[in-house]
C-alpha cells in the first residue's frame, strides 16, 4: 500500500483547504481511512477518520469544521477543512488501517492569524 497526501498549502484564519490522498493498493474499501496531524510542537493527534462503513470520527478541536469523506470508486480520501484556525498548522498524514497501518509522507497546512 502506497499513500499520497496533497492539497496542503497556506490558508489565512478562517479560510479552507482539501487535502487529498490516493491510496494505491488492493482492497480500499476494507480500510478505515484516517487523518492525523503533527503540530509544530511535535504532539500527534488522530484528527478525522471513515470506516469501511462509512462511520466517521473527528476530534473535539474540528468538529463541525473538517469533513472527512472517501471515494472507494477512485481509491481516495479527502479531508475538507473550514474555518481554520492557527492552531490547525501542522504536518497531516493520511494513514490507512486495517490488518496493519500504512503511512503516507504527510503534506504541511500552515494557517496563519
Known amino acids: 500500500v502506497q499513500l499520497v497526501e496533497s492539497g496542503g498549502g497556506l490558508v489565512q484564519a478562517g479560510g479552507s483547504l482539501r487535502l487529498s490522498c490516493a491510496f494505491s493498493?488492493?482492497?480500499?474499501?476494507?480500510?478505515?481511512m484516517n487523518w492525523y496531524r503533527q503540530t509544530p510542537g511535535n504532539q500527534r493527534e488522530l484528527v478525522a477518520s471513515?470506516?469501511?462503513?462509512?462511520?466517521?470520527y473527528y476530534a473535539d478541536s474540528v468538529k463541525g469544521r473538517f469533513t472527512v469523506t472517501r471515494d472507494n470508486n477512485k481509491n481516495m480520501v479527502y479531508l475538507q477543512m473550514d474555518s481554520q484556525k492557527p492552531e490547525d498548522t501542522g504536518v497531516y498524514y493520511c494513514?490507512?488501517?486495517?490488518?496493519?497501518?500504512?503511512w503516507g509522507r504527510g503534506t504541511q497546512v500552515t494557517v496563519s492569524s
Open positions: 494513514v490507512a488501517q486495517w490488518e496493519t497501518g500504512y
Open positions: 493498493g488492493s482492497f480500499f474499501g476494507r480500510y478505515t
Open positions: 471513515i470506516s469501511s462503513a462509512w462511520i466517521t
